[in-house]
């Protein structure tokens, strides 16, 4: 621990892989932290607003960490990576590992001691960040699975306080969990906590059902009982995550918003129908089968441009993962062929923007689009589609949603496709287009009305009250 004199200390506490801000250099040459525009940021000032609290997280750069520091009402506290950090725990186990077992293995996970060794130094850094600036008997909320081992590290340093964690991914079926070498000491991780959040029903079931299996721990319901001697349970629950939406909303009926909509569809050549993909260039996101049936409906005539054409807007994600460098070149190689075969002079039949784009631009792309095309493989939530509703307050648009999204169980009216099932994902596409327009209004509205009552800041109350109320309290504890 630190010796620092008069250390703050938190009633609430946050960890996560990311601090919420970026460093950017301004046009003077300085360099200063702006606030990252996620949605865990909205949902947090929505908690952090009646009592201040603190974000334990990396700060995006290799090396020596930051001094602490405050900003917008919370309290940054930067944990440092090393270069190999970032390899090892980073890019190797939470997504080289972890992020493939838990999204169903749609590509090959990789098992290597060093990355896992790494794994454990992180966390445990991560949870001695934690225990020295939460007071006493503080909340603590754990992000997602870059830190699954730090609910029971934090136990370990602090039994006083209350720790919660919150899983953004999936949690796969026990068959697929179980190849991990690690298994048991990541269940043993989580258990350190009082409560596990999950987007999912399902996924809180696969990680019940992975304790009782692979740890052979006596469960009831929801809840996990511990064999720690200490006779607590752990509850799993499934609080699915959501977004701002009165903020979106508001955004996207600003005047400007209008004006970029009118001046997008009219860059686009006004087509008939303007068909819009927005992921991070993730192979979890189905992008390849999304091209592949857009490809079939051109080449046989169904579609095609200056009629129809497709936006697919892909944030560069994870370059130095060698799964991600293939994917990007399997995408651009098909947009390529895609266009070459299918394009018409002027008129591209898919434009292919590698971009991040602010807030502003994307509500404008979300009302421009007449079908948004949202097709997971597997995704733990997927907010896309959620802020694409959002932004159409005019009832608008149609959403083609992938079943194997988290959002899919809760968007039950949108056009559902399996986007493994090429033939049905094309006819899919082909309904969403030709149904009447008062039919798809009628949708709309009651897939809005579903965000705008479990927006981002009830997900979060509704969280951090599961907490409070879990059964669990260590010997010791307030
Ligand atoms: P992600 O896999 O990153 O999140 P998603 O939920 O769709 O997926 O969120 C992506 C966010 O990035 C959205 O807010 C979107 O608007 C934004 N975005 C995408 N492309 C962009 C671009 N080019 N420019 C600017 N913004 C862009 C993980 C899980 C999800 C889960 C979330 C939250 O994989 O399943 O929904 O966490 O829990």
Redesign the pocket.
Known sequence: MSSTPERKTFDLVIAANRLPVDQVVTDSGEAEWRRSP???VTAMDSVMRDQPGAWVGWAGEPGEPPARFDQGGVHLVPVGLSEDEVHLYYEGFSNGTLWPIYHDVIVAAAFHRDWWAAYQRVNLRFAQAVADVAAPGARVWVQDYQLQLAPAYVRALRPDVRIGWFN??PFPPVELFAQLPWRGQLLDGLLGADFLGF?RQADAQNFVRACRQLIHAETRGGTVAVHDGSGRRVRAAAIP?S?DFKGLEALARQPSVTARVAEIRESLGNPKVLMLG???L?Y??GIRHRLKAYQELLAEGQLGPPDVTLVQ???PSRERVAAYRQLREDVEQRVGRINGDLGVMGFPAVHY?H?????E??AALFRAADIMLVTPLR???????K?YVTCRFDLGGALVLSEF???WHELHQAFACNPHDIEGLKQTILRAINTPAPDKRRIMRALRRRVADHDVQRWASRFLAALDAAPARAEGGP
């Open positions: 996620g949605g865990l953004h991914i987007q995550i977004i927005v992921d991070r993730d979890t996101k807007v892909a944030t923007l971009h991040s784009y602010p807030r631009e994307m995704d733990g939530m997927n907010l896309v589609a802020e999204t988290g959002a």
